[in-house]
């Protein structure tokens, strides 16, 4: 694999003749140069012909993490515990939020925000279902996108059936599309379950993100999403095998992303 890596690598101009004389220089300047979602592009060649189980991973690879949310609570319910572990590991973790942010809905968004401690939280004044028909929303994610320069996205499933959700992806396809930018999206579940391919264990997480969970009683009154969000983490858990409670994700590069996007949505 190292040796596929390796070639990889020097086709998209990470190494050189003189930089892989032999195996162990090449498996150096892999593990110093190559990104990893250099090495997800390649994943993503191979992944059509492979049988396996839903990968596993502890903690997605990410430094710089930004969460988008269509509306308060969406990160809570779809990547809660995964926020959690981020922070926890020292990451940086931003938080976007769009749509139907009231005044009661942002202090409970901030309560859930504080109890997985993202560092930077900012809600948009839009109307649900209406992220498209203007330019500000596009205007304000690209200005966070850019000020945040994450190397990871969590965003909702581009499959997720809410008009919101789909608005989000397509906001970002564009922007990916238009700057360049290349971090990895990992699509979470809401409204629409996945057919995942990774999924985290979040089982030490569980408890915070029940807490956070809790702190949205004005959404709590008509769905008990409590109960949903931590029912599917336990679903997840068992049937990946990553442990008793797992977050699973739709794992991409920002390229195959804009191919999904343009082929569904377009």
């Not at 060649?45 to 690879?61: A, G």
């Not at 938080?95 to 997985?116: K, Y």
């Not at 789909?166 to 971090?183: C, D, K, M, P, Y």
Request: aromatic share 10%; with cysteine.
């Amino acid at each position: 694999m190292v040796r596929i890596i390796c070639n990889y690598a020097h086709f998209i101009g990470y190494s050189s003749s003189s930089t892989v004389k032999n195996y162990t220089s090449r498996h150096q300047k892999v593990k110093r140069l190559l990104k990893w979602r250099h090495v997800f592009r390649l994943y993503e060649q191979f992944e059509p012909f492979l049988n396996h189980s839903v990968p596993k991973e502890s903690k997605p690879h990410g430094d710089r993490v930004v969460i988008l949310a269509p509306h308060i609570d969406d990160e809570t319910i779809g990547c809660g515990g995964v926020a959690i572990k981020h922070v926890a590991a020292g990451n940086r973790v931003a938080i976007l939020t769009f749509a139907d942010c009231t005044e009661l809905r942002i202090a409970e968004g901030r309560a859930a925000g504080q109890i997985i401690g993202a560092q930077r939280q900012e809600f948009l004044p839009f109307v649900t279902r209406h992220l498209l028909d203007r330019p500000e929303p596009a205007a304000h994610l690209a200005q966070f996108l850019k000020e945040e320069t994450p190397d990871l996205i969590y965003a909702p499933s581009l499959f997720d059936r809410h008009t919101d959700h789909v608005a989000v992806n397509i906001l970002l396809a564009q922007f990916t599309r238009q700057h360049g930018l290349s971090a990895m999206i990992y699509g979470y579940e809401i409204w629409s379950t996945l057919t995942p391919n990774v999924a985290v264990d979040i089982s030490a997480e569980q408890p915070d993100k029940a807490k956070a969970l809790s702190c949205f009683v004005s959404q709590l009154s008509a769905n008990n999403w409590h109960e949903a969000a931590l029912s599917l983490n336990h679903y997840r858990g068992i049937t990946t095998g990553a442990g008793a409670y797992a977050e699973a994700f739709l794992r991409m590069t920002a390229e195959r992303h804009q191919k999904l996007v343009k082929s569904y949505w377009s």
